[in-house]
């Protein structure tokens, strides 16, 4: 009965975003929104580049005539993944996978950041 419930998409702390905006550093743009703007097939490809890779950038295109905020914000909300970046007309998009292997998941940082014991 609770299996077709959403799960509440997790909230990143500072570390854990920042970790995952070096990831994402060296990386091109998986998907590019180009003049057709935001259609159920640019969402699918977002969903299946995620599940394949976690971590992507996508890109807006100049002549998409759609603002940068609200399309990064409704992509995430669509794709049920967590907007890490926006810069320019490129943003970061995460979402873990469960199903990858052990070897292949990106392992976030611990949420609390153990303070050092002086001694």
């Known amino acids: 009965m609770l299996e077709n419930t959403p799960q509440p998409i997790p909230i ?3 570390r854990q975003k920042q970790f995952l905006k ?17 259609s159920a097939g640019i969402i699918d ?3 299946a580049e995620l599940q ?11 002549n998409s005539g759609l603002e940068k ?8 909300e669509q794709t049920e993944s ?9 943003f970061i998009l995460y979402k ?3 199903e990858k292997a052990k070897d292949k998941k ?3 940082p611990s949420a609390a950041k153990p303070y050092p014991v002086r001694q």
Not at 24 to 38: C, F, N, Y
Not at 52 to 62: W, Y
Not at 69 to 76: L, P
């Open 12 to 14: 990143l702390t500072a």
């Open 22 to 38: 070096a990831l994402a550093h060296p990386l091109s743009p998986l998907v590019q929104i180009g003049k057709e703007g935001m």
């Open 45 to 47: 490809t977002v969903k």
């Open 52 to 62: 394949n890779h976690e971590l992507i950038k996508v890109k807006i295109g100049n």
């Open 69 to 76: 905020h609200t399309t990064s914000q409704a992509v995430a």
């Open 82 to 90: 967590i907007l890490v970046q926006l810069i320019g007309k490129v």
């Open 96 to 98: 873990a996978n469960p």
């Open 106 to 108: 990106i392992k976030l």
